[in-house]
C-alpha cells in the first residue's frame, strides 16, 4: 500500500465512527450539537427484527489538526481509554471514554497529546500504527522516519503517556500488534521505495520480546531471503523479490504461536512461526473471476449502478487481516479485499482499460463466464470503450508480445473468510454484489437526506472494504470509497463449494 492516510481501525473507533457517510472533521471545528440533536453521522441497520442489531453513533472526536490528524486506534477496554495516532503532529491523542453512554451524543475531548519529540525522537515522517498491551501498562507506537526508506522505530510508553523506551526496526513500521499472551510485539515493516525509486529498502518483520524490562527488548528483524514463494505471489513488478514483498498488516494466532501477515501488493500472505521466529512461506491469494454468477461488479462508468459479469480478474489484495477460532475449532482468517497499486513518480503499474485498448485481445481462456465468441462478440459491441475508466495493472495479463490476453483490477469489492484446516479455502461471506447494492442503498437514502450528489454517489462505485474488526459472530467493516461502515453476522460452520463462483480462480489454496 502506497502510504496513505486511513480511517480507524478497532472496536473502539466503531464506537465513534459507525455507519453512513462521515461528518466532514478534517477542516474545520464542527459545531457541537445539542443533546436533541441527532449526531452527524447517518445510521441505517438491517430490517429484521431477529438480528436485534442496533448500531448508533454516541460521541466523536476531532483532532483539529486536519486529515491526519485521526487515523489509528487502540483501545484499552478496562481504563475505558483510546490512544489514536496523529500523523499530522507526530503525536498521539489520548481520549477517554468513561463517560459515554448509549442513547445520548457527546463531543470527545482529548485527555493529553503526547509528542514523539518530546521523547527525544526526531525527523519523524509519520505514525502509522498504535497497539495497547493486552495486560501491561504499555502501548507501542510505529513511527516512520523521513525519509521513510530509513529504519523507522517502534516507541514504548505508558497509557498515561510516559515514555519507556524505543526500538528501531526495518523502513517503514506500518503495523503494530501484541501477541495475545503478551510476550511480544509484532511489526510489519513494509519498506516502500522513494518516490523516485532510487531507494528500496526491502520488507521485512520485526519480532520484539517484551517479557523483560524496557531497557531489555530485544528485536529480531526478519527478512524474506530464501522463504518459499508459491506462483500466486506477485513478484513481477520493479526491483529484487525482496525489494517488492511488503508487509502491511499483521494477526497473531490465539495461541500467539503463528502470525498472518498481509502483503498487500504481492496479493499474498505470509506465515510466521513465532516461536522458532522465522517466517515459513508466502502464499498468493489468486484473483476473482467478474466473469462468474455471483461476482459480477459496476464497473461501467455511465451514472448508472447496473451489476454485471464483465472480463476483469481482481486481485484480492488485502489492506488488513484479522484471525479468530470459529464454533467448529477451526481457526479463520478475516480479509477486507481493498486492492492498491505501486503508483510512484519513478514508477507506475496502475494505467486504465482506455490507455492500453489497442494493446487488448482478450481470451476466454482466462475467464470461466465467457466463451470466446461471446468475448469477441462484447468487444466488437464496445465493451472495452464502456470499460474504459477502469483502472488495471500492468504487470499482469499480457502475453511475451506485450498483448493483454486478461485483464487484471485491484481489489474484490468483497472480504473474504479463509479457513485454516488441510488447506485455505476462500469463503466470500459476502460478495462483490451484495456489497455493492447495499452501498447503493445506503447513498441513494443519504442523498435523499443530505447535500450529497449523484456525481459524488457514482465516483463512489467502487467500495473498497478496507479492514474489519470482530465482535464474536459479528463483523464490522469500514468501506474506503464509499465512507462508511457495515456489520454481519456470521454462523459457524461454515461449508464451501469448491465450485463456488465465490472459491478463488485457482480453487483450493495450497496448506498455510
Known amino acids: 500500500m502506497k502510504m496513505k492516510k486511513k480511517v480507524f481501525t478497532g472496536v473502539a473507533a466503531a ?8 461528518f466532514n472533521v478534517l477542516a474545520e471545528k464542527p459545531e457541537i450539537p445539542k443533546f436533541e440533536d441527532k449526531p452527524p453521522l447517518f445510521q441505517y441497520q438491517n430490517d429484521d427484527a431477529s438480528q436485534n442489531l442496533k448500531v448508533t453513533q454516541v460521541a466523536q472526536y476531532d483532532s483539529g489538526v486536519g486529515e491526519g490528524g485521526t487515523e489509528i486506534m487502540a483501545y484499552d477496554a478496562e481504563l475505558q481509554r483510546a490512544f489514536i495516532t496523529n500523523g499530522e503532529e507526530a503525536a498521539v491523542d489520548i481520549l477517554s471514554f468513561r463517560d459515554l453512554k448509549s442513547g445520548k451524543y457527546t463531543q470527545v475531548d482529548s485527555k493529553q497529546r503526547v509528542y514523539l519529540a518530546d521523547f527525544g525522537i526526531e525527523e519523524v515522517d509519520d505514525i502509522t500504527s498504535i497497539a495497547s498491551h493486552p495486560t501491561k501498562d504499555v502501548i507501542a507506537i510505529s513511527a516512520v522516519s523521513d525519509p521513510k526508506t530509513d529504519p523507522g522505530y517502534i516507541v514504548f510508553a505508558t497509557k498515561d503517556g510516559e515514555y519507556l523506551t524505543h526500538n528501531q526496526v526495518g523502513a517503514l513500521p506500518d503495523m503494530v500488534t501484541f501477541t495475545p499472551d503478551g510476550t511480544k510485539a509484532i511489526v510489519a515493516n513494509e519498506g516502500e521505495p522513494s518516490e523516485d525509486y532510487s531507494v528500496d529498502p526491502e520488507g521485512t518483520i520485526s519480532i520484539i520480546d517484551i517479557t523483560g524490562n524496557p531497557a531489555e527488548y530485544e528485536v529480531k528483524t526478519l527478512n524474506f531471503d530464501g522463504v518459499p514463494l508459491d506462483e500466486n505471489v506477485r513478484i513481477s513488478s520493479k526491483g529484487t523479490t525482496q525489494q517488492q514483498l511488503e508487509p502491511e498488516y499483521v494477526a497473531v494466532s490465539e495461541d500467539s504461536k503463528t502470525a498472518y501477515v498481509a502483503l498487500q501488493e504481492n496479493n499474498a500472505i505470509a506465515t510466521v512461526d513465532l516461536e522458532n521466529e522465522e517466517i515459513l512461506h508466502v502464499k498468493g491469494l489468486g484473483v476473482k473471476d467478474h466473469s462468474l454468477t455471483g461476482n459480477e461488479l459496476d464497473a461501467i462508468d455511465n451514472n448508472e449502478m447496473k451489476i454485471e459479469k464483465q472480463p476483469l480478474l481482481g486481485y484480492y489484495m488485502p489492506d488488513a487481516v484479522d484471525t479468530f477460532q470459529g464454533a467448529d475449532g477451526r481457526m479463520y482468517i478475516l480479509t477486507p479485499n481493498e486492492g492498491d497499486a505501486r503508483d510512484y513518480d519513478g514508477y507506475s503499474e496502475e494505467a486504465k482499460v482506455r490507455d492500453i485498448i489497442d494493446q487488448i485481445q482478450l481470451n476466454a481462456d482466462h475467464y470461466a463466464g465467457y466463451t470466446q465468441e461471446e468475448l469477441d462478440e462484447a468487444v466488437e459491441n464496445g465493451l472495452l470503450e464502456r470499460l474504459g475508466g477502469t483502472n488495471i495493472t500492468l504487470e499482469n495479463g499480457q502475453n511475451e508480445d506485450g498483448v493483454y490476453k486478461s485483464l487484471h483490477t485491484y481489489g474484490a469489492r468483497s472480504f473474504s473468510m479463509r479457513k485454516r484446516w488441510n488447506s485455505f479455502l476462500i469463503v466470500e461471506v459476502t460478495s462483490s454484489k451484495l456489497l455493492q447494492k447495499h452501498c447503493q442503498s445506503i447513498l441513494t437514502r443519504i442523498m435523499m437526506n443530505s447535500n450529497l450528489t449523484a456525481e459524488a454517489i457514482r465516483k463512489d462505485r467502487n467500495q ?22 457495515g456489520s454481519w453476522f456470521m454462523t459457524f460452520p461454515i461449508q464451501q463449494n469448491q465450485n463456488s463462483p465465490h472459491s478463488s480462480r485457482a480453487g483450493t489454496l495450497p496448506k498455510m
Open 15 to 22: 464506537t465513534i465512527l459507525l455507519a453512513g457517510q462521515p
Open 464 to 485: 473498497k472494504p478496507l479492514f474489519m474488526e470482530k465482535w464474536r459472530e459479528l463483523h464490522m467493516h469500514s468501506l474506503h470509497s464509499s465512507g462508511s461502515a
